[in-house]
């Protein structure tokens, strides 16, 4: 058996048609959704991420604004920056990219975006929305992404076992609470760095989501046959070729002799990252408007 790919990149052009058409509609009614993206230090990844953004922004109609500071600027200047964004009527969506250079508290960052403009959802009052069940604020990107591909693939989850591996605030926690949700029905276990017997757990799983940063970690004897299985991994491993390195998931290519489904890297988690963070930038257009 090999798995059904399930195709990010397809899936994420159908949000973006209708988050485009979301564009149109609010530019009749004189609103032009805006994201302000701030960047702190020069952490190359974190630039092809920001890039990515800009672009998907270019695609559906939305403006983008980039604000570059050094890796060197104190924390006060990021602390003005986001007020000055925030008191800023012209800008409905504030994202500031992680990593923050060593030292800079990124909790307290995002304790000052206001929550109605925190598109990246992980303000505690976005947050806090999610554990009570409700998806009517911010709903993290990635999870809310995994959670969009899933059911566009076709993956029954109501009354279905699921496995998170990873607990972090950004993706694990937010999409276990996603998967669990009322509506939608899963039975979760969320693992971590401390989970005894992590293989066994996996094996039961017949959604698998793996949130970790270790390269190819989950291997196909940890899956069970047929299961949907979501690769949120995107890990550097360093090699011969030209650029010297190469990107790999969390799941190990030989788990597509097992899963049902199964979401690649690259192509699969994150362009519905970044669809849904259009997707929250129109809706917080959309909520300012009113
Ligand atoms: P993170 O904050 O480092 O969290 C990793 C989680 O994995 C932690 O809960 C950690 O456990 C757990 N873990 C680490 N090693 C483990 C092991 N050997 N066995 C079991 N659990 C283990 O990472 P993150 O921000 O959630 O990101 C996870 C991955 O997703 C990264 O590769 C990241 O690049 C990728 N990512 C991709 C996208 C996308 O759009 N495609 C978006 C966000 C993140 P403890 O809590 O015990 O430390």
Redesign the pocket.
């Known amino acids: 058996m090999t798995a059904v790919v399930l195709d990010g990149k397809a899936c994420a052009a159908e949000v973006e048609a209708e988050v485009s058409a979301q564009v149109a509609e609010l530019a009749e009614a004189g609103v032009h959704p805006h994201l302000a993206v701030v960047i702190v230090g020069d952490d190359p990844a974190s630039h092809i991420y920001v890039s990515g953004k800009e672009r998907a922004c270019a695609r559906v109609g939305i403006r983008s604004t980039r604000i570059d500071l050094p890796a060197d600027t104190d924390f006060s200047r990021v602390v003005s920056t986001v007020e000055e964004l925030n008191a800023n009527d012209d800008v409905h969506g504030i994202l500031v990219q992680s990593p923050l250079p060593k030292g800079m508290d990124e909790l307290a960052v995002t304790d000052l975006i206001d929550p109605a403009k925190d598109v990246d959802g992980f303000h505690p009052s976005n947050l806090g929305r999610l554990v009570q069940g409700r998806v009517d604020g911010m709903v993290p990107c990635?999870p809310a992404?995994i959670v969009h591909l899933l059911n566009w693939g076709g993956v029954e989850l109501s009354g279905k076992r699921a496995v998170v591996?990873?607990?972090?605030r950004?993706?694990?926690t937010p999409v276990s609470l996603l998967l669990a949700r009322k509506g939608v029905d899963s039975t979760v276990s969320v693992?971590?760095?401390?989970?005894a017997d992590?293989a066994g757990l996996c094996r039961q799983a017949d959604i698998l989501v793996a949130?970790?940063?270790?390269a190819e970690?989950v291997r196909a004897d940890w899956v069970k046959p047929g299961a949907a299985v979501i690769d949120?991994?995107?890990?550097r491993v360093d090699d011969d070729s030209e650029r010297g390195y190469h990107l790999a998931g969390?799941v190990h290519p030989e788990v597509s002799a097992v899963a049902g489904t199964i979401s690649p890297v690259p192509g699969g988690?994150?362009p519905m990252?970044i669809a849904m963070l259009m997707r929250n930038t129109v809706r917080a257009a959309f909520n300012q408007s009113k």
Do not use: W, Y
């Open positions: 990635t992404g591996i990873g607990r972090s950004i993706v694990g693992a971590h760095s401390r989970t992590l949130a970790v940063g270790r970690l949120v991994g995107v890990n969390d988690v994150g990252t």
